[in-house]
């Protein structure tokens, strides 16, 4: 009996390590033609189009009748920064159609949108697009890459700023100091520039420096500052990239310590340099995930700027013979105005 | 031997005899402790649920209160959109739907599979199958959700294909209930083998005397009388249906309206409710509405439980327990 038994693990093991045989082969396969997968389910005969989603002009237009059907939509769940991006840019905010499928994160949705011919939803730029068998969407005649994004031509995104307090009003001369170095930190440094991008912000490389040269204009990062405490307040959308900043900075000037008490972009200029600059809600650095507002001057501020741009791509399945999008269509389709593919002009 | 030596002897004894007694006093507190405790584990997990539940629908929660009678009705889950929309009326049908859809598939195939290991099957096919369904029942949830991720769902929308119906990545109540009727075929097959292995040799001899052939005794006799241990399985079955949380995320799809009707459309369950968006939420109504969730999931399990306790009674003639 059991001896039977061991047998038959023995034998379960093997196959497992069979089947594991045979799926990394299949995946070997996959990846030196990822449309595989595509055609073997609706049959259509689409060209071997391997990593470049869009060579060919003419076999990319003729399914463009070919397909008809209900829009799926894919959303991320309400508590999604991504989520929040996209409905506030494309301005559907609250609007989302009750048919929409929730997903669970960006991998979630990049895998789901991937296995669904009539998918469409949104991913953040950094997303592996060939390996999930979908493609990105152009919204507005612009394709979605960092380039477009950085030069402001690509509208589904939104830059994150920053504004101080004003000088001499930090009422601690090391703060002011200290707040300095960290924007220099988070504007110039590659440091901070990765810190940023790891956390999924986008930001122009080219051009920054390593902080061991920036440092020397900013000698507080070398004095003992663990009694000093940054306040910051803003954006929610940003906490994620500013907390990135903020703990690889730590460590590198003087272990002082932050408090992130974010409630709404609303929240940055007013508690820095506007009205609630002295009450419960001030902070030494404001956060926007939107540009600054005329009714916010944020002129007095000691510094202001934008430290990294926020993106949200579009996707469909690759097989899609979708291409571009327009704000209008987009919205439209996100809130079930516009259920079928064949009636997307 | 003197009497001094018997009387030392004695006294020895009576120590040893004392001690063991002491030992098994403590052995029984220690069993008895632990008793409490796991019982107070389920009071604990039921009261924290609980009042963290209810706080939503009372007076004292402020502007935010909810009613429960929208709650427990409706037909849409918008935690999403202001103000927020929290029915949970159609997923308590969706997950009645997947859950039982599953039982109904998996129940039969697994009670007939018991009953061939526990009678049928010849001793070294037994002990084969047996471990199969053993190390079936041990492949955690995660792994099954990965499963029915990659293969399940391109299965269903193979199917739907084929009837010209265009679903979601395969993403689809049916592809939930076949997931369900995978990973409960082991919990109700191991039960079954048990209850029925237990079955008395001696009825099922009789059966056959009065004339009875073999397959007849077995479902007849054999499953009749096994029924007690059967259901036992069946319910807890349900119960891992009801619950399971990750794999059933991970191709249900969440829908926000329902209920859904259609197999190949998409759906939303009580666990998957509460799972999904757990990682990014903040304490606030969203966070305690989940809690309701969980009562309303408590007490659905409760209500099986108790359905398949009325239908146990009314199957079979044999009562003999």
């Given at each position: 009996m059991k001896k039977t038994k061991?047998?038959?693990?023995?034998?379960?093991?093997?196959?497992?390590?069979?089947?594991?045989?045979?799926?990394?082969?299949?995946?070997?396969?996959?990846?030196?033609?990822?449309?595989?997968?595509?055609?073997?389910?609706?049959?259509?005969?689409?060209?071997?189009?391997?990593?470049?989603?869009?060579?060919?002009?003419?076999?990319?237009?003729?399914?463009?009748?070919?397909?008809?059907?209900?829009?799926?939509v894919y959303s991320r769940d309400a508590s999604s920064g991504t989520r929040g991006a996209f409905e506030e840019l494309v301005g559907f905010e609250g609007e989302l159609t009750d048919d929409a499928i929730v997903t669970d994160s960006n991998g979630d949705m990049a895998a789901k949108v991937g296995a669904d011919q009539y998918a469409i939803g949104y991913v953040s730029l950094t997303t592996d697009f060939a390996a999930n068998n979908i493609k990105a969407v152009s919204y507005e005649g612009v394709e979605p890459t960092q380039e477009n994004v950085l030069n402001e031509t690509y509208t589904l995104a939104r830059p994150f700023?920053?504004?101080?307090?004003?000088?001499?009003?930090?009422?601690?001369?090391?703060?002011?100091?200290?707040?300095?170095?960290?924007?220099?930190?988070?504007?110039?440094?590659?440091?901070?520039?990765?810190?940023?991008?790891?956390?999924?912000?986008?930001?122009?490389?080219?051009?920054?420096?390593?902080?061991?040269?920036?440092?020397?204009?900013?000698?507080?990062?070398?004095?003992?500052?663990?009694?000093?405490?940054?306040?910051?307040?803003?954006?929610t959308s940003v906490e994620k990239a500013i907390r990135a900043a903020l703990e690889t900075f730590q460590p590198m000037a003087g272990n002082f310590t932050f408090k992130m008490s974010h409630a709404g972009s609303g929240e940055g200029p007013a508690g820095t340099v506007g009205a609630e600059k002295d009450s419960a809600k001030k902070g030494d650095i404001g956060f926007t995930s939107r540009p600054f507002k005329d009714t916010e001057d944020v002129s007095q501020s000691m510094s202001n700027g934008t430290f990294c741009l926020d993106a949200v791509v579009i996707c469909a399945q690759l097989d899609n013979p979708i291409e571009n999008l327009n704000k209008d269509t987009v919205a439209a389709i996100f809130k079930g105005e516009v259920a079928n593919w064949e009636d997307i002009k | 031997m003197d009497r001094k030596e018997k009387k030392t002897i004695q006294a020895k004894l009576d120590s040893f005899h004392s001690r063991k007694l002491w030992q098994d006093k403590i052995m029984k507190r220690i069993f008895q402790g632990s008793a409490l405790l796991a019982a107070l584990m389920i009071f604990f997990i039921s009261y924290f649920v609980i009042s963290r539940g209810i706080q939503p629908f009372l007076s004292s929660y402020g502007d935010e209160q909810q009613?429960?009678?929208?709650?427990?009705?409706?037909?849409?889950?918008?935690?999403?959109?202001?103000?927020?929309?929290?029915?949970?009326?159609?997923?308590?049908?969706?997950?009645?739907?997947?859950?039982?859809?599953?039982?109904?598939?998996?129940?039969?195939i697994s009670v007939l599979t018991a009953l061939f290991i526990a009678k049928i099957a010849p001793p070294k096919l037994r002990a084969v199958l047996t471990t199969i369904v053993e190390l079936l029942a041990a492949i955690p949830s995660i792994v099954y959700g990965v499963f029915a991720a990659g293969t399940i769902t391109g299965l269903v929308k193979d199917v739907g294909d084929i009837f010209g119906i265009n679903t979601y990545g395969g993403n689809s109540m049916f592809a939930v209930i076949i997931l369900l009727a995978i990973m409960i075929f082991p919990t109700i097959t191991s039960l079954s083998v048990v209850a029925i292995s237990a079955v008395d040799r001696s009825l099922e001899l009789g059966s056959i005397a009065l004339g009875a052939s073999q397959m007849e005794t077995n479902f007849k006799v054999v499953l009749t009388s096994a029924k007690s241990g059967i259901f036992a399985g069946l319910a807890l079955g349900l119960g891992r249906a009801f619950g399971e949380a990750t794999a059933v995320s991970m191709v249900a799809g969440n829908r926000m309206i329902g209920p859904t009707w259609n197999p190949f459309d998409i759906t939303r369950t009580l666990t998957s409710t509460i799972l999904s968006g757990m990682h990014e939420t903040s304490p606030g109504l969203d966070y305690d509405m989940r809690f309701s969730v969980g009562i309303i999931l408590l007490l659905v399990i409760l209500a099986t439980n108790f359905m398949i306790q009325v239908i146990k009674r009314k199957v079979g003639g044999v009562t003999h327990e």
């Open positions: 061991i047998f038959v693990i023995m034998l379960l093991v093997a196959a497992l390590f069979a089947g594991l045989v045979a799926c990394s082969d299949k995946k070997t396969t996959k990846t030196e033609a990822p449309t595989t997968k595509a055609t073997e389910a609706p049959a259509t005969d689409a060209p071997a189009t391997t990593a470049a989603p869009e060579p060919t002009e003419a076999p990319t237009e003729a399914p463009a009748a070919a397909l008809t059907g209900a829009i799926h700023n920053y504004v101080t307090r004003a000088a001499g009003d930090f009422g601690n001369d090391k703060k002011e100091q200290l707040v300095k170095a960290f924007i220099a930190f988070l504007t110039e440094s590659a440091e901070g520039a990765n810190a940023i991008s790891s956390a999924g912000g986008i930001v122009d490389a080219a051009g920054k420096k390593p902080w061991a040269e920036l440092k020397a204009d900013h000698p507080i990062v070398d004095e003992d500052n663990s009694g000093i405490e940054l306040v910051t307040v803003g954006s | 009613s429960l009678i929208a709650f427990i009705s409706g037909n849409r889950w918008r935690p999403d959109i202001a103000p927020p929309v929290f029915g949970v009326g159609f997923i308590i049908i969706n997950t009645l739907l997947t859950s039982l859809g599953a039982a109904v598939l998996s129940f039969p």
